[in-house]
């Protein structure tokens, strides 16, 4: 069974930081990437940030770079999310998700997988 667990959101202050935590289990891809969405109240969900399990590369929006640094251990299982400079525009509620393939007798699957979320919030 996939398993996303997401830890470390929160309340803090303009200009304050707090780290996520995305601890991923039960799955075998090919090639995969983890990374985080965001979504804050009225609006579409985002992509923040995402780390390559086979190359380490890495993507941010460009409203975080400088700010968010993204980085794994142990092949990824535990993805970190380090978040600086905190802006009021950053909260919204952050997802962890786990994208890959997998080649199999039949060919190539896309898989897709959500962690619960949890909630940043950063006051004025």
């Known amino acids: 069974e996939v398993q996303l667990v997401e830890s470390g959101g929160g309340l803090v202050q303009a200009g304050g930081s707090l780290r996520l935590s995305c601890a991923a289990s039960?799955?075998?891809?090919?090639?995969?990437?983890i990374g985080w969405f965001r979504q804050a109240p009225g609006k579409g969900r985002e992509e923040v940030s995402c780390?390559?399990?086979?190359?380490?590369?890495?993507f941010y929006v460009d409203s975080v770079k400088g700010r968010f640094t993204i980085s794994g251990n142990n092949g990824l299982n535990t993805v970190y999310l380090q978040m600086n400079n905190l802006k009021p525009e950053d909260t919204a509620g952050y997802y962890c998700?786990?994208?890959?393939?997998?080649?199999?007798?039949?060919?190539?699957?896309?898989?897709?997988?959500w962690g619960q979320g949890l909630q940043v919030t950063v006051s004025s």
């Open positions: 780390i390559s399990g086979s190359t380490g590369r890495t």
């Open positions: 039960g799955f075998t891809f090919d090639d995969y990437a």
């Open positions: 998700n786990a994208s890959g393939g997998r080649l199999s007798e039949d060919g190539w699957y896309d898989y897709t997988y």
